[in-house]
């Protein structure tokens, strides 16, 4: 159990073009997914939290007019990177938090965006 | 030995002996800590947690350390294999809003 799936798992695009990546609990509910990007040998930087019914909360520094984030039920979020440029690939990962139990996140596999 | 990358700290080991991967937390309010790992291209998997109530914890061949004082992590794999080999970060739990905020992460290369 506590599976978190993303879709695509890779996506090349050319420059100035948007994106949708998507984040899925498939067993279980997350009232909060977090988004993650990570660049070439550094860590996780969070981006958002994103929040089912509600607005997203942005990291400082994270654009929230170029990261939409929806999240609108409680198994799937979405992060469209809008108008991408070749600064924006990057590894995107997202984890979803259980909303009963321990609230453990969960992280999915990731998303390879590359943009030309 | 430790050697620092372009961007990630590296440790070598021989199969079979221990590894210690250490961790500097920045938010002495955390009450949560967790190590990861992660393997080329993939998502990070949970290892080990630790709450802020507690020093140590064990796991199966790993063991977690924390030390509030000095706002210090380390993880401890025991009899290291070739499959430990990956990326280990440490992350925070921020504040009550359950965010996650990750370490700059070790590489180990379990050498055969």
């Known amino acids: 159990g506590a599976v978190v799936s993303q879709h695509p798992s890779w996506v090349i695009c050319k420059s100035g073009t948007s994106v949708k990546i998507e984040c899925r609990s498939l067993d279980f509910q997350a009232t909060t997914m977090f988004w993650y990007r990570q660049f070439p040998k550094q860590s996780l930087m969070l981006m958002a939290t994103s929040n089912e019914g509600s607005k997203a909360t942005y990291e400082q520094g994270v654009e929230k007019d170029k990261f939409l984030i929806n999240h609108a039920s409680l198994t799937l979020s979405t992060l469209t990177v809008t108008s991408a440029h070749p600064e924006d690939s990057s590894f995107y990962i997202c984890?979803?938090?259980?909303?009963?139990?321990?609230?453990?996140?969960?992280f999915g596999p990731g998303t390879r965006l590359t943009v030309l | 030995g430790e050697s620092v990358g372009l961007h990630l700290p590296t440790l070598s080991v021989q199969e079979g002996d221990n590894s210690i991967i250490n961790c500097a937390y920045s938010n002495s309010a955390s009450d949560y800590f967790i190590w990861y790992k992660q393997e080329s291209g993939k998502g990070p998997q949970f290892i080990i947690d630790?709450?802020?109530?507690?020093d140590k914890r064990q796991g199966q061949r790993v063991t977690v350390l924390l030390n509030k004082t000095v706002k210090h992590l380390s993880l401890q794999i025991a009899a290291t294999q070739p499959g430990d080999s990956a990326v280990y970060f440490c992350?925070?739990?921020?504040?009550?809003?359950?965010?996650?905020?990750f370490g700059s992460g070790t590489r180990l290369l379990v050498r055969p």
């Open positions: 984890s979803a938090r259980r909303t009963s139990g321990k609230n453990e996140q969960f």
């Open positions: 992350a925070e739990r921020w504040d009550s809003s359950y965010k996650l905020i």
């Open positions: 630790i709450r802020s109530n507690m």
